[in-house]
């Protein structure tokens, strides 16, 4: 792939705090990327400082949640003809020095989607524990459904293509994406690749997941895999 027009997609809400260092940098990442934020009914300062910024601003009336955001940006892309989307969250966690690592994956063809993994090589990264139980309970799951090893199922540090930007902005799951979204693609008989990064705990703002909705999220997510599968909704490939 040569010369592809890139789209970083910044979902964000009420991340005042953490926003415009993401948005710097993306830009000393990759200088080349387009930025679209996608305020997802913020009250706080999201969009002043998106547009402050220099990037492109797409608002939702009120909170609709990641999933919604993410397709919003996936239409977006879709609409402007990008070739590659990257997703890179506004809170801070994901480090922007590796997105050339998750380009380079798929502008060699190497999968459709490049996702970016914390526990690939070393397994070191923190955070809460339920929520780290989680991920390798989804990524057990998801490995055996998509026949091969997955380390890093819930995250949302990833680069697609054009045809799973086409895929995206049709059809994209609502709440808490990221892992039915791996098995969407799959499904779809796109290729996936997991890539290793470096995360970092939130740089501002507070997590939509408490206790409560994390255990909401486990049963959600699991049903959402068992139904996805079973009635084989995803899209297929052309």
Same mark, same amino acid.
Request: net charge positive; hydrophobic share 45%.
């Given at each position: 792939?040569?010369?592809?027009?890139?789209?970083?997609?910044?979902?964000?809400?009420?991340?005042?705090?953490?926003?415009?260092?993401?948005? &710097?940098?993306?830009?000393?990442?990759?200088?080349?990327?387009?930025?679209?934020?996608?305020?997802?009914?913020?009250?706080?300062?999201?969009?002043?400082? &998106?547009?402050?910024?220099?990037?492109?601003?797409?608002?939702? $009336?009120?909170?609709?949640?990641?999933?919604?955001?993410?397709?919003?940006?996936?239409?977006?892309?879709?609409?402007?003809?990008?070739?590659?989307?990257?997703?890179?969250?506004?809170?801070?966690?994901?480090?922007?020095?590796?997105? $050339?690592?998750?380009?380079?994956?798929?502008?060699?063809?190497?999968?459709?989607?490049?996702?970016?993994?914390?526990?690939?090589?070393?397994?070191?990264?923190?955070?809460?524990?339920?929520?780290?139980?989680?991920?390798?309970?989804?990524?057990?799951?998801?490995?055996?459904?998509?026949?091969?090893?997955?380390?890093?199922?819930?995250?949302?540090?990833?680069?697609?293509?054009?045809?799973?930007?086409?895929?995206?902005?049709?059809?994209?799951?609502?709440?808490?994406?990221?892992?039915?979204?791996?098995?969407?693609?799959?499904?779809?008989?796109?290729?996936?690749?997991?890539? $290793?990064?470096?995360?970092?705990?939130?740089?501002?703002?507070?997590?939509?997941?408490?206790?409560?909705?994390?255990?909401?999220?486990?049963?959600?997510?699991?049903?959402?895999?068992?139904?996805?599968?079973?009635?084989?909704?995803?899209?297929?490939?052309?």
């Amino acid at each position: 792939m040569v010369n592809p027009r890139i789209l970083t997609i910044i979902p964000a809400h009420n991340e005042a705090d953490s926003l415009a260092r993401v948005i &710097a940098e993306v830009r000393a990442a990759v200088a080349k990327a387009d930025i679209v934020v996608v305020d997802d009914g913020s009250w706080d300062a999201t969009a002043a400082i &998106a547009l402050a910024a220099g990037a492109e601003l797409l608002r939702l $009336p009120f909170n609709l949640g990641i999933g919604s955001a993410m397709q919003t940006g996936f239409k977006f892309a879709s609409r402007e003809g990008y070739d590659i989307a990257v997703q890179v969250d506004g809170d801070g966690q994901h480090d922007a020095s590796y997105i $050339p690592v998750l380009l380079e994956a798929v502008m060699k063809g190497d999968c459709d989607m490049a996702l970016g993994s914390r526990y690939l090589n070393s397994g070191s990264y923190g955070g809460p524990a339920g929520r780290r139980w989680g991920t390798a309970l989804f990524s057990r799951i998801l490995s055996l459904m998509l026949g091969q090893k997955m380390t890093d199922a819930t995250s949302g540090f990833r680069a697609i293509n054009r045809p799973l930007i086409e895929q995206f902005a049709r059809d994209y799951p609502r709440d808490y994406p990221e892992v039915e979204a791996l098995l969407a693609a799959h499904m779809a008989r796109r290729r996936i690749r997991e890539v $290793p990064v470096d995360m970092r705990q939130r740089g501002g703002g507070r997590s939509s997941i408490g206790s409560f909705r994390s255990v909401y999220y486990m049963v959600k997510v699991l049903l959402a895999l068992l139904v996805t599968a079973t009635r084989g909704r995803a899209p297929q490939a052309d």
